[in-house]
């Protein structure tokens, strides 16, 4: 008998920590019961055992990690890149997104603005002090804008208007029939109808659209004074023609020098 309580306390010390098999009696215990003890035995023993249950693949398992993966997302969407946070990038894009921003109000829709408020290459005249164009850095604009009230409304449509009114003019003098006007005195007045268009148009487009940037402006005013020398010169053309109508050296002279000032006035214009 000592050999066999010898074995059965073995068995019983290797019977620590082991799970063991509850006998089912089928006349106590269904089936269903007996399946149920099971599974929330499996669940308390994982419980227990590794102080965690099973994750859901979807379900984040370190909250550490998923905000540093938000993190780069977010830095990735403001730099474009995946490097790192660069507070001079950062800077430039902002600066950028502003510019966007505030172009496209402008474009949508402005109010005239008081000369204090406008830039340094905008402020021509100080005795305009109400109802100034802001900078409109569109073309588009630029010609909307003819149809609103503010400080070049009175300048545009009178050249506009001019220039215009001298097209139609012209068409209709050099339309005639030789009959009416000779050929000569067509391309004397067809000087001065050319001239006259220039200039106003010239003027038209400076009025228009110096409001556009520092560049347009400079270069629409260059452009502006170069449509008043050739109204200058273009009127000279017929007062020479008809005043030397009976010399024909002093008239050919006379009308050189003209086209020759104009000419130089035109260069120093553009080139300065």
Request: aromatic share 12%.
């Amino acid at each position: 008998m000592s050999h066999y309580s010898d074995a059965e306390d073995s068995l019983d010390i290797m019977d620590v920590g082991v799970r063991k098999r509850k006998v089912w009696d089928p006349e106590t215990e269904s089936i269903s019961s007996e399946i149920k003890e099971l599974l929330e035995d499996d669940v308390n023993s994982l419980v227990e055992e590794d102080c965690v249950g099973c994750p859901l693949p979807s379900t984040p398992e370190d909250e550490n990690m998923l905000d540093s993966e938000m993190s780069d997302v977010l830095k990735a969407a403001v730099l474009g890149t995946g490097d790192e946070l660069d507070i001079s990038t950062l800077a430039h894009n902002a600066a950028s997104q502003a510019e966007h921003v505030v172009r496209k109000m402008i474009q949508a829709g402005w109010s005239v603005c008081h000369f204090r408020n406008l830039p340094a290459w905008l402020q021509d005249n100080d005795f305009l002090i109400f109802g100034h164009r802001p900078p409109l850095p569109s073309f588009r604009a630029c010609f909307k804008s003819i149809f609103r009230l503010h400080t070049e409304t009175a300048n545009i449509w009178t050249h506009l208007l001019g220039c215009v009114a001298f097209i139609g003019i012209a068409i209709f003098f050099l339309m005639r029939p030789t009959m009416e006007i000779e050929l000569q005195e067509k391309i004397v007045f067809g000087a001065f109808f050319a001239g006259a268009i220039l200039c106003l148009g010239m003027s038209f487009m400076f009025h228009t659209v110096n409001c556009h940037s520092q560049f347009i402006g400079k270069l629409f005013s260059k452009l502006d004074y170069c449509g008043i020398a050739m109204l200058i010169m273009g009127s000279f053309v017929p007062w020479v023609y008809y005043g030397f109508y009976c010399h024909f050296r002093p008239k050919v002279v006379y009308l050189s020098v003209v086209l020759r000032t104009g000419h130089n006035q035109h260069h120093g214009q553009l080139m300065g």
